[in-house]
């Protein structure tokens, strides 16, 4: 392998680490300010314990996912100069300041308020608490804005003008509003809230098997099936809008993600095949007729662009029809039991109480789906990502122009370290967050806590 696909392997597996983390905080700072205020407007200290019992792990939890994502961050946009010198040259004008603007409006703010949030509560009032929380949970969001921005613009590029080879901003409006951010934004603000979801559920979960359960436990697993059982099927309406989006703009990835060879009308949906690329098919496969026109245009006799209308230009089709099955075939699964878990907590809702709300098998179930939505969110961003290539800025700059010239030895050697270094640290951040849900550590006599929330010292209730 040549420096160019070594240096594409190693910024991916930067930018698959790093994204981990931000998509668990993006939503798990809401369901923090969730907790807060359902302790605030607790009616009785019991009560106000058991939201205070879920907010004090699950704060040490987006603390840990914080820490990852601001490091694994750092290291991800050093490459930036080290592996892709020709983007920032060529794209810098307008990637640089979107960039900026992330750091400055909402890495800021969310490190300001971070420590309030984590070390506040009992030192300052339950507004100024709740307020610190809002500001981390709206920092964490105005990120994803920024960097989605330009995300999308490098998939739909718009507002800018080329002088001698290198871009510059003529409507930052059209730039950070660019046709596909909408729908990009909303798809990941959603991936974002069914992953914490599953998060959330499975270790609560995981406390019941282990007997490690307080009254904490039982709120947060109800609150995340509720919040999943109703973001997934939101996602799927977000989803199709987004394959809309992607068929005005972007036709050739969506050649690909359904494995369409030639343009032709009324169009096979594939369910599954093995597509071979040398030979312009798809082996094996189970297609269902005219769906494909009917789910991409809405229309059974829409004609849709195969393959070989982009000759050079469209993206390696493996990688990409296969990812966008896995994330589908995720996204089918957590509905199906996010709906079944929620029918039974509304079910048990008077009987059950909070001591047994599912069963051994769907706590089962959740806990073996723990991290379900990291599965789902890698092989929707590997869809988005890989369905770019060959280019950077779509259509405009391809990812051969932009790398640096460096000896494919040397990528080799850095991408194996980056390689031990995240297995290491993916590793030590599943069990640490397994060792905190079954070792629920509840504040000392020191800690200040919330006035409502008169909590028993020394482990779980």
Do not use: C
């Not at 946009?77 to 300041?97: D, K, L, V």
């Not at 995720?330 to 709906?339: K, P, R, T």
């Not at 706590?363 to 939505?373: C, H, K, N, Q, Y």
């Not at 504040?443 to 482990?459: F, I, M, Q, W």
């Amino acid at each position: 392998m040549d420096a160019l696909v070594l240096s594409r392997i190693q910024f991916a597996a930067n930018i698959s680490f790093h994204i981990l983390f931000p998509t668990i905080n993006i939503a798990l700072a809401w369901f923090l300010v969730y907790f807060r205020l359902r302790n605030n407007a607790a009616r009785d200290a019991a009560e106000a314990q058991h939201w205070e019992e879920a907010y004090f792990l699950w704060t040490k939890v987006f603390a840990l996912s914080f820490a990852l994502g601001v490091v694994s961050g750092i290291t991800m946009s050093f490459q930036f100069g080290t592996n892709w010198p020709g983007f920032m040259e060529r794209a810098g004008n307008i990637a640089g300041p979107l960039l900026g603007y992330e750091v400055l409006t909402a890495f800021f703010l969310e490190a300001t308020f971070l420590g309030i949030m984590l070390f506040g509560r009992g030192r300052v009032s339950d507004r100024v608490h709740l307020f610190a929380s809002l500001m981390v949970a709206g920092g964490t969001t105005l990120s994803a804005f920024w960097i989605l921005s330009l995300n999308s613009w490098m998939q739909t590029p718009t507002g800018y003008r080329i002088v001698d080879g290198v871009m510059h901003a003529d409507s930052w409006l059209a730039i950070v509003f660019n046709p596909s951010f909408p729908y990009r934004l909303a798809h990941k603000l959603l991936a974002s809230t069914i992953t914490a979801s599953f998060l959330i559920a499975g270790l609560s979960a995981w406390q019941f098997l282990r007997k490690a359960n307080n009254g904490g436990s039982a709120r947060a697993l109800r609150t995340a099936i509720t919040v999943a059982a109703i973001a997934v099927p939101l996602q799927i309406v977000a989803g199709d809008m987004h394959g809309l989006n992607t068929l005005e703009h972007q036709p050739a990835k969506i050649a690909a993600i359904e494995g369409i060879w030639h343009t032709e009308k009324s169009a096979p949906l594939t369910l599954f095949g093995l597509p071979n690329e040398k030979e312009g098919r798809t082996d094996y496969a189970i297609t269902v007729p005219k769906l494909a026109s009917l789910i991409l245009a809405h229309d059974m006799d829409a004609e849709l662009k195969g393959l070989d209308e982009f000759k050079d230009t469209h993206p390696p089709v493996a990688p990409v029809f296969w990812s966008f099955r896995v994330m589908v075939g995720m996204g089918v699964l957590m509905l199906v039991v996010a709906w079944w878990s929620a029918l039974t907590l509304w079910r048990r809702r008077r009987s059950a109480g909070a001591d047994q709300p599912l069963s051994m098998l769907q706590l089962r179930v959740l806990t073996a789906m723990t991290f379900s939505g990291w599965l789902a969110t890698l092989a929707g961003w590997y869809v988005t990502e890989i369905g770019r290539q060959p280019f950077i800025v779509y259509g405009l700059l391809r990812t051969a122009q932009v790398v640096a010239e460096h000896p494919a030895g040397m990528v080799l050697t850095t991408l194996l370290a980056y390689l031990a270094v995240y297995a290491f640290l993916l590793v030590a951040y599943v069990l640490v967050l397994a060792y905190m849900s079954t070792h629920p550590a509840m504040p000392t006599p020191d800690t200040p806590l919330s006035p409502k929330a008169a909590l028993p010292v020394g482990g779980p209730a």
